[in-house]
């Protein structure tokens, strides 16, 4: 086990800072290169099958082509956890019995 100095501490906390910095530069400019003006994240229960995302994501880009979507997926029930860590704007899921999305 090492121990770091309060320089090393220092140097830790700020190259993560300019790290995670870089990556939202990117990400903003990956942004206004397509065009997108926002975004927006959903969770997926991983029992919706890929022919019905395909679908979703189909549909959100014919009514929202400038917005970006983030599409997470979770397993069974893990929608949840999408709704407690606020990563996801929107949740769905299914319960086993409900047939249309599987």
């Known amino acids: ?4 100095t309060d320089a090393g501490k220092f140097f830790v906390k700020n190259a993560r800072n300019i790290i995670k910095t870089m990556r ?17 994240s959903i ?3 991983r029992v919706v099958k890929p022919d019905r995302m395909l679908q979703l994501i189909l549909d959100f880009y014919r009514h929202f082509s400038d917005i ?3 599409i997470q997926q ?13 990563s996801s704007g929107y949740c769905n899921w299914c319960n086993p019995c409900v047939t249309d999305w599987r």
């Open 43 to 45: 969770a997926i229960d």
């Open 68 to 70: 970006e979507l983030f």
């Open 24 to 40: 939202e530069t990117r990400h903003q400019c990956q942004q206004i290169e397509n065009g997108w003006h926002g975004q927006f």
């Open 1 to 4: 086990m090492f121990v770091l």
């Open 74 to 86: 979770e397993v069974y029930n893990g929608v949840w956890g999408g709704i407690s860590r606020w």
